[in-house]
């Protein structure tokens, strides 16, 4: 009986573990993930990971509803100083919001301001039927607009962003309202630079800290809700060029915030590189490429389903609450965003990378022959820093990585940053995670 014991006891712990591993894994795969930079100017795509993949909008949705506002008082229907009637169901509406009394108003600009700080549901209905006289006929209308604006992956159920499942849109539709409500709307895009109001009393305080951390952005909109993880859409400019981005799935607002700022920064480092011309494509050059199929797109119901905490909380660890986006820090520790970016700070190592090319070929052992191409340089110095760079950022799951900075073959004088000798497996592997840390890799064949 004692054997039968221990032999069952063994089996529930096994079983018991193998459920824990399950857990942690598709904690790393982030379902909700997925971010685009764009440069505003040429419309060159700086960045993209999982784009085009279905995601619940958040309180980014406002975005939407303050587009249509803009509209509205640039045709007349709407002036800035009039007052919106607040319904019963405008006042019942969820937090975040002002606590509007059903029967008062709120004028239009008070409306806006209240939309880009506060994020107020309550408000956001009020809009919603002032211009629809409905709410889900001003969704229907949103919807419409938002095809015609170019966001063909985009459906509206409501006005705030609060949970509809049929409520979706993309990492890149958001970024295209993003430039639209900017390029659009010029004479209101400041509102949305905003970072405190007062109301009837109360001084409000916006908790989009990039506004406030990070040099050059000047506007644009937080989200969260418990499906879709913590979202923002940011503009920065640095040397007169604009960036936008946007970032979607974030497990905690300060993670979030961080991956934004780092997805800026290399944003702007590539511009750098593209006005002094050392940069000569993203990753492709002299159409040596290999197309890389993007991460499947998880459908709305995949995404409702998928699990809303990340992984067994840890003692004194909070889970995911319904609060519409406050800026409080929940999640996991296992943060597939935050391990991304301490992977960027992972000390440097030595490679093999400055010997001759004949002789690399002719000493080192191969192991495959396949390779990960992060770029091309008229300047070897910057495709080897590159190279290098990309190493270090895999160098958490890859050992002994080898660099190569290959000059290739043509008129031109350029030379090509590669990690090589890898096997094709590894070699997109290691294309995915350069991605998703957001630089932009191709797999090729590399004899």
Known sequence: MRSYNRHYLGVAIFFFLFLQLLTIGSAQANPRYA???????????????????????????????????????????????????????????????LWLAAGSTITAEEAIKALVVRSANDVAVV??????????????????RANELGM???????ASGLPDNAQVTTARDMATLSIRVM???????????????????????????????????????????????????????????????????????????????????????????????????????????????????PSAQQLAAAPEAVGPASSGERQFSFQSEMGVEMGSADDPIRALIAQADTPRITYQADMPRDTYQADIPRRGNWAVQVGAFNDPDQARHLATRAADQLSGFMRDLRVSVAES???????????????????????????AQGMDCMVVAHY
Request: glycine share 6%; aromatic share 8%.
């Open 127 to 144: 809009v919603a039927e002032a211009l629809g006289n409905t709410e889900s006929g001003f969704a229907r209308m949103m919807t419409q």
């Open 35 to 97: 971010a685009i930079v764009i440069d505003v100017e040429s419309g060159d795509v700086l960045h993209q990971a999982n784009a085009d993949a279905t995601r619940y909008p958040a309180s980014l949705t406002k975005m939407m509803t303050l587009y249509m506002l803009f509209e509205a008082l640039e045709n007349g229907t709407i002036r800035l100083n009039q007052p919106l009637p607040v319904s019963a169901h405008a006042a019942s509406m969820p937090a975040s919001k």
């Open 409 to 435: 073959e043509g008129e031109r004088r350029v030379f090509r940053a590669r990690l090589v000798d890898l096997q094709e497996s590894d070699a997109h592997s290691a294309c995915n995670s350069l991605r």
């Open 183 to 297: 390029q659009d709307f010029p004479q209101y895009y400041h509102y949305f630079s905003t970072q405190s109001f007062s109301y009837r009393g109360t001084t409000h305080t916006s908790h989009n800290r990039l506004l406030r951390n990070y040099a050059g952005a000047d506007g644009l909109k937080t989200g969260f809700i418990r499906a879709s993880g913590f979202n923002v859409a940011t503009s920065a400019i640095r040397n007169d060029r604009r960036i936008v981005s946007v970032v979607m799935g974030g497990f905690t607002a300060a993670s979030r915030d961080t991956h934004m700022a780092d997805l800026l920064d290399r944003g702007f480092a590539r511009l750098s590189m593209l006005q002094r011309g050392d940069w000569i494509a993203q990753a492709d050059v002299l159409g040596d490429s290999m197309d890389l199929p993007e991460s499947p797109s």
């Open 152 to 158: 063909t992956s985009t459906v509206f159920r409501n």
